[in-house]
């Protein structure tokens, strides 16, 4: 089987991406609020008086936790694609994802916390 190369390898790249974005936005609904979060903080975020890295800082931890959380719909997709049984392992892949998004959840109330209250 021939591998993709090239501009064909990035187009088939974008395209699998494209699918992905799709799928989080109409199946996912954390990760819709994420993205409707997301359109109402960045312009939030351009808005206030803050030094440029600030700003960056405050918009790439909104970017974070929609990147955080597409790969947690991935893990779980994975783990049910092995089984549906109850399985240790299975719930621990899953509780690790979600933690994941919780500390980026964190993060991002620590950096817009430290960027607008000090």
Request: proline share 1%; with cysteine; net charge neutral.
């Amino acid at each position: 089987m021939q591998k993709n190369t090239g501009l064909k390898r990035i187009l088939y790249a974008a395209y699998y991406s494209y699918n992905g974005l799709k799928h989080g936005v109409l199946h996912e609904s954390a990760f819709r609020q994420e993205v409707i979060a997301a359109i109402v903080l960045i312009p939030v975020a351009c808005w206030f008086d803050v030094t440029k890295i600030e700003r960056l800082l405050m918009i790439c931890a909104i970017f974070l936790i929609m990147i955080v959380e597409l790969l947690n719909t991935a893990i779980e997709a994975v783990v049910d694609r092995v089984g549906t049984e109850h399985h240790a392992l299975s719930g621990l892949a899953k509780d690790m994802g979600s933690a994941a998004v919780f500390v980026s959840l964190i993060m991002f109330v620590l950096i817009w916390g430290v960027v607008l209250l000090l």
